[in-house]
């Protein structure tokens, strides 16, 4: 039996063992300071790190071009947010093809689907295998680890892998690679035939029998009440120690608090896997702390984009939709003067849904999600956001992956942001000089997961009481049964950044009536919001209905379903517009919502505003889309689009 | 001699010749198609990169901690901001100390000074070397390529660095490293004793007389009217092969349109050395480019704080300051409520000063250079202030590594800021949770180089007299002789971010009165420009003086060496507050100009005064900070300073 005082914590050496079980080998660890004493040698064995092995081994690297494979077990929110800083730091060393075997929940699946597809990296080939289909087999086994039923599945992988597949590197999420995985692959065949051949043996024996038998046999004799994966290998590996083969202690540095690890990188140079397995992760008070944290902030704040690099001198294996996008890219005239705009419409983003957890809003058929977009210069506006709007919300924030980081410290340390389960947050890796903003919208809009939108903006504040009112007006107005309409929230704007916010129309009117609100951009751009019929609004008791007409560009509530936004809008300029033609010429009614308001504040004009004023070329580009969009419309709604070209000829001929 | 009929088309083969001379080898390279025959066959021969030398060479790594010497010619801005990324390159993957030798202009020496010291890498040693110094010795020989002097400067590395140095590593400025330099260190002893041998003998010889000689004779027989290093080169080799050793291509990745080189990688995996030596640079059209140019942009945009990372095993390298640096940051107490504004004040930024090509003003008595900080969020305001001050400025931006490149292409892409050369822009890197304006003050304060400043804030619009009537007053007003004043610019605020700035004192006046615009901060903070009687301002024909009174923060043209801003001071408030009180301190006169004026545009509010009205801790840091401050004004200014303390009592009573 092991030495077993604590059941968590099991030695720094444990985490050194090479487990070549049927899958291959683990890197797992725990708190050190129990461990099995066959394997401690390893752990401060100076020569075992001193005799340079990484030379060895570069020599013995796997054929060029031979697929590796890589199984990781990730479930919920944040551990799929580690799992991508794993990938990119292997992604960065990596030369060969890989093949991702993920084991995972739904949220997981969901979130790392979306990212995968976006990425588009190539001679990397994602599977997805379902955690809750694994659960029942593991359920039997009494566990209190942090990581929960998840930690055990690594137990199943022999059985839930295919057969077809011999070799796997399983990865914890918590590890960073500082070299190329393929030298860790080459670990299999640095093993005698002897011990591969026991592995064959093993395969044909049963390892998950013999599992589930050492796992009952642990439970008859231990008076602790849980089991972590780590304690049945330990069990296994007792009753079996020809399955263990020791791994180069410069393959899981693990950084927790009283680690012996240092006895090993201390004389090596060359570290290749570090493994954050404190809870303290980070923070961790280590002697070389700061060179591990550096080198792990290295690969968080790493632009992912630059990992889509093709490797060399083996067979195209681009991801798909990757070959289509690439001859699009090339056919764009780099001369030619709105190339960027070309460029910026067609270019894939990398997407990471709910990048924070999140707790889906309960099915209710009359809730709406307040649905905006922002960048980080935003970020202050949404406190005042959550203060303003009770309900969900999906946001979607145009980041750099460093930013990312900076976004992630910013809500953990807002009391108000933190509280908040139900806004979903869904980073739009930045690319490109333009601000891709209908793509961001359709992000956001996609994630939303109530019957409604609110399609906002996040300059905008709503009415405190517009969450309550909008369901209310949904309910009565029945929208539920397939009746097409686009509510509209009139919206205000204030020019001084402090001002008492408005708690119902009456004070509204008032404030308006003071000179202290406006309607929004009534003097910049009246055509926008023309259409709503403030004077109307004013009196309005009941909702109303008003006409499209050039221009207008209302924010509005429609159903989930609605057409999404043109994405060749990009940077400033008509992107709402083209929206609200869309939803006409799909014969939306629109309806103005007597008691809803929401009022603008005020901030510096953006970069592509910016450049929209100064540079006739990027005006020139903006006209050259609308044209575009037109002649799409017309092919789409045929002579019902005409009114929506008329009235672009006319209102190009006023000005 | 050489096939010479395009004097700078010297062949891929070239470049892949290691020359062993006094100091070592170099790495250099031009337009293919033309090159030494002998040398050629190394090009193409795959062999030479099939044998995965790397392995091999691993294995002979230079002993642990050994020092490695690399030399660097770097000259003017441009080249500076190529050299950091190769650094970061080499730093990245280097695992031993490095002595850095830097044969720069002053431009370059300035900055890179500058960079390095606060950069604080440990085990990193850097020697400038006088580029001017080298000049006579090679200014005789006619010279048209694009580096210029600079370019034949690697002719006389062997005289000008110390005799001591056996080996030295020489780089081009637009190479970037993919693998340990130490690496390619080993080169040095994979060759025979025999060729180290004839190196010395080399040495007694003197290289110096065999290249002068060489080039005296090629200027006899060609008709060419220019030579370039490798010219030289070339024919020194040509009478002494043996001074040759071939480098292994991967050594050498060249990128032009129509490399060869692509015959060496696509059989290596392992690429050690990206060489940029297209004037296209990363816009080279190339099978692979988009690999190497993601490699580059990796370290383009790579976070530089977190290359300061210890080497491991090594005796404490740590550079000046760092010692001390480290031990306050370590005193700190994490838990303590302001421990954020602490160890913001301890950061130290790395500063690349002058990041773009900067002329100089030419040196005026009554010049005054405009000195503002912003970071990414205020860039949009550059045009504007580029059209309403046409003097010089001196602005901090305070951006990642990677904004700093979009800020590049930001000013490259606009006209109005790329044909300014007299704006000079100092890049702090950001580190930290909150903004420290008072250290951007002081470093574009210290960059200014005429006798005045006008100390501003990047959302203010100068009026366009402004300029001229600053340095009309400052000849007027007689300040150059040794009388301390600060002139103070009255401050005006619009809330419409598109209004018509008005061209006198006159159109401000109708515009104040219409209720357009409005004395800045009139209604949050009168306090702050109260003192500057506004009411006088509107009648005044000259200068009037002003007394200090709590909470004065106008805005003022100073003398170039007034105290500095309190570094403090971070985040937001009482930054302004502070450096005005040592004025007045100092026995500053104010004198309010008539005729001068400045106004405020609106923008959205920054995250950091966010959180001073939201957080009840961030405003108890600033009030510790704020009495800090005043304990040392009472040391430094003993009973004089009194009425500040005084002064702040009465306005925390007030409040």
Chains 1, 2 share one sequence.
């Not at 064995?45 to 990730?74: T, Y």
């Not at 024996?205 to 780590?230: F, N, P, V």
């Not at 403030?534 to 924010?555: I, L, T």
Request: proline share 7%; hydrophobic share 45%.
């Amino acid at each position: 039996m092991l030495p077993r005082g604590r059941p968590r914590a099991l030695g720094a050496a444990t985490l050194l063992l090479l487990l070549l079980v049927v899958v291959g080998f683990f890197l797992f660890g725990r708190d050190p300071e129990y461990g099995l004493r066959a394997a401690a040698t390893f752990d401060g064995d100076p020569n075992g790190s001193r005799n340079r092995s990484a030379s060895g081994l570069q020599s013995l690297l796997p054929p060029k071009c031979e697929l590796l494979h890589v199984a990781i077990v990730c479930a919920g929110y944040n551990s799929s947010r580690e799992v991508i800083t794993l990938v990119k730091s292997v992604l960065f060393y990596r030369k060969n093809p890989l093949h991702l075997h993920l084991v995972t929940d739904a949220v997981a699946r969901n979130i790392l689907e979306t990212l995968f597809r976006t990425w588009m990296v190539p001679a990397v080939v994602i599977r997805f295998y379902d955690a809750g289909e694994l659960k029942p087999v593991i359920s039997w086994i009494p566990n209190t680890h942090y990581s929960g039923l998840y930690g055990l599945m690594k137990l199943v992988l022999p059985s839930v892998l295919p057969l077809s597949l011999a070799r796997v590197i399983v990865l914890d999420t918590d590890v960073t690679f500082s070299s190329d995985i393929a030298e860790l692959w080459t670990l299999f065949a640095h093993f005698s035939g002897v011990i591969l051949l026991w592995l064959d043996r093993l395969r044909q024996t049963g390892w998950e029998q013999m599992w589930t038998l050492m796992a009952k046999r642990q439970l008859l004799t231990l008076t602790a009440t849980s089991l972590a994966d780590q304690d049945i290998f330990n069990a296994v590996i007792k009753e079996h120690p020809e399955l263990v083969h020791p791994l180069p202690c410069v393959w899981n540095v693990q950084l927790s608090d009283h680690t012996l690890a240092e006895r090993c990188y201390l004389e090596a140079a060359d570290l290749k896997v570090i493994h954050w397995n404190s809870p303290k992760k980070l923070r961790v008070k280590n002697k070389h702390a700061e060179f591990f944290r550096n080198l792990h902030l290295t690969f968080l704040g790493y632009d992912g984009k630059l990992l889509r690099r093709e490797l060399f001198g083996c067979p195209n294996q681009l991801p798909p939709g990757a070959e289509q996008l690439q001859q699009a890219l090339a056919q764009l005239d780099e001369e030619e003067p709105c190339f960027e705009f070309r460029q910026q419409q067609l270019t894939v983003h990398r997407v990471h849904i709910t990048f924070l957890p999140h707790q889906p809003p309960p099915p209710r058929p009359h809730d709406v999600t307040l649905v905006a977009q922002l960048s980080m210069d935003r970020l202050q506006m949404l406190e005042a956001l959550c203060r303003h709007w009770s309900g969900p919300m999906s946001l979607a924030l145009y980041l750099t992956d460093a930013e990312a980081q900076q976004f992630l410290h910013f809500v953990e340390t807002s009391p108000v942001l933190s509280a908040r389960k139900d806004v979903a947050y869904h980073i739009v890796y930045r690319e490109g000089p333009l601000y891709p903003v209908n793509q961001l919208r359709n992000v956001a809009l996609a994630q939303a997961l109530t019957p409604y939108v609110f399609l906002s903006d996040i300059d905008f504040l709503p009415a405190y009481s517009l969450y309550d009112y909008l369901r209310a007006s949904i309910e009565q107005l029945e929208l539920g049964s397939r009746r097409k309409a686009a509510l509209v929230v009139p919206v205000f704007e204030t020019l001084h950044y402090r001002f008492g916010f408005p708690n119902s129309k009456a004070e509204l009117l008032t404030l308006l009536d003071a000179g202290s609100l406006h309607i929004f951009r009534y003097h910049e751009w009246p055509q926008g919001h023309a259409p709503t019929d403030y004077a109307h609004w004013r009196e309005a008791q009941a909702p109303y209905h008003v006409q499209w007409a050039a221009d207008y560009e209302p924010y509005v509530v429609v159903a989930r379903d609605c057409p999404r936004y043109d994405p060749r809008f990009v940077g400033f300029g008509w992107n709402k517009v083209a929206h609200i033609i869309e939803l006409d010429a799909q014969e939306y009614e629109f309806l103005v919502l007597p008691e809803a308001f929401s009022i603008h504040l005020p901030h510096a004009p953006s970069l592509d505003i910016s450049r929209f004023r100064s540079s006739p070329t990027y005006r020139g580009c903006l006209q050259a889309l609308k044209e575009e969009f037109h002649q799409d419309l017309s092919r789409r709604y045929g002579a019902a689009a005409l009114k929506y070209l008329t009235a672009l000829q006319q209102s190009q001929t006023r000005a």
